[in-house]
């Protein structure tokens, strides 16, 4: 059985940052894509960020240059590391654990979801 769980979630003020986390078990992070997803009251679930199974990573350009992505493949875990956060970041994130060892950006990317941690960012 496969399961994501995401922790780390928060209330901070503009300008700080938060570290999220996704245990991942049933699922190999080494050999697909890996990616978070955001999603605000009343909106579509967002793509943010992934990164592929030769490590290389992309960004939405909304976080690029302040959120960091990264996986370790010995523990199976996805990272997010999120600097400089700004209150139109506040969301809920998802992890997602993608279909292919290639990346998209849409959310039929992706086959496994974990249910999401909030984080609230006020001015």
């Known amino acids: 059985q496969v399961q994501l769980v995401e922790s780390g979630g928060g209330s901070v003020q503009a300008g700080g940052s938060l570290r999220l986390s996704c245990t991942v078990s049933g699922y190999s992070v080494r050999n697909y894509c890996m990616a978070w997803f955001r999603q605000s009251p009343g909106k579509e679930r967002d793509w943010v960020a992934a990164v592929n199974s030769l490590d290389v990573r992309m960004y939405a350009d909304s976080v690029k240059g302040r959120f960091t992505i990264s996986k370790d493949n010995v523990k199976n875990t996805l990272s997010f590391l999120m600097n400089n956060l700004k209150p139109e970041d506040t969301a809920v994130y998802y992890c997602?654990?993608?279909?292919?060892?290639?990346?998209?950006?849409?959310?039929?990317?992706?086959?496994?979801w974990g249910r999401g941690t909030q984080v609230t960012v006020s001015p």
């Open positions: 997602a654990a993608g279909r292919r060892s290639l990346c998209g950006r849409d959310y039929g990317d992706y086959v496994y």
